[in-house]
């Protein structure tokens, strides 16, 4: 590969995540809409896989090699990581339902933060100092997201935190699952057996919490699905093409586009404290996203060194 043609590839996996960034954020928008109308999270992980499906089928039929890229060796561990990303996902729509578009997205990026704490107790990773600080500063950016000691309309309720940081912390639970999947399963058997688990889940929380809606809200139900399918596509090209290290940095775009949306669609305003506690939680993912980068070229570093 020459030089030209890998920065060709860096190109184009940036721009892959920035799509997904974007795809990812309308899915949020239209989804906190469809909220607005009485949509409840169960409704949204349904109608997301439903429209979902056909679009990652497309993908797997057109770039992935066909159906056989979705057989499996390991079932019940797609059942295990299916089901931690059914409960992040509906922990992440019902913050979606309780909190302003752009406070809901930013508590979501708390991940990289649990991510952390989650490789220490389970994978026994060491962890340096400096990223035991980029913890900390996370988590002085969820305290300043929080707004304790606010009065009137500005304060968020505790309910919505407490399930944006669910979420963020099951979103890291399921990286380190997806860490041992991807040593013998296909990608798209990944994307597809997880999206056909949120059908069935979905399709049995339905008739206990489903309602009729306007056309205008399965619209935006069809909207989110089809976005959250692109978005996974999307995300999935971009680490083909760039390292991760190269385009992680560019999810971060989420938050703007929430606070976009959020002001575009809902007339809502970023407050200081929204904007300076994502500030800190990206600031503290990003240099996290570093360290790993780092540590992680070391180690291949000493692995392929030359016997002396």
């Given amino acids: 590969m020459t030089a030209k043609a890998s920065a060709e590839d860096i190109a184009g996996g940036i721009a892959l995540r920035i799509a997904a960034a974007g795809c990812f954020s309308v899915m949020s928008a239209v989804l906190k809409l469809a909220s607005l109308d009485g949509v409840v999270a169960p409704e949204m992980l349904f109608y997301r896989a439903l429209f979902g499906v056909p679009v990652v ?92 000691g606010s009065g009137g309309e500005h304060v968020l309720p505790m309910e919505g935190i407490a399930f944006g940081l669910m979420a963020a912390l099951l979103t890291a639970a399921v990286t380190i699952t997806l860490r041992q999947l991807r040593d013998t399963e296909h990608v798209a058997a990944i994307v597809f057996w997880f999206f056909i688990g ?18 205008t809200t399965f619209a935006l139900l069809a909207a989110g699905g089809v976005a959250g399918g692109l978005a996974q596509l999307f995300m999935t090209a971009s680490l083909r093409a760039a390292p991760v290290a ?63």
């Fill in 198 to 215: 949120s059908s069935i889940v979905g399709a049995i929380l339905l008739p206990f919490v489903g309602q009729m809606h306007s056309l």
């Fill in 57 to 148: 089928l497309i993908w797997v039929m057109t770039s992935q090699g066909g159906l056989s890229a979705l057989s499996t060796r390991r079932p019940w561990a797609h059942v295990g990581r299916s089901a931690l990303g059914i409960v992040s996902i509906l922990c992440l729509f019902q913050t979606l339902t309780l909190l302003p578009l752009a406070d809901a997205t930013t508590i979501s990026f708390t991940a990289p933060i649990f991510s952390t704490l989650l490789s220490f107790l389970i994978l026994k990773e060491a962890v340096g100092l400096r990223r035991w600080a980029a913890v900390a500063v996370g988590f002085v950016g969820v305290v300043i997201v929080m707004r304790p």
């Fill in 246 to 308: 190269v385009v992680a940095p560019f999810d971060y775009l989420q938050i703007v586009g929430a606070i976009v949306f959020g002001w575009w669609l809902m007339q809502t305003t970023p407050t200081a404290n929204t904007l300076a506690g994502a500030a800190l939680i990206a600031a503290s993912g990003l240099y996290t996203a570093w360290r790993e980068h780092i540590r992680r070229r070391q180690a291949l570093m000493q692995t392929t060194a030359p016997p002396v």
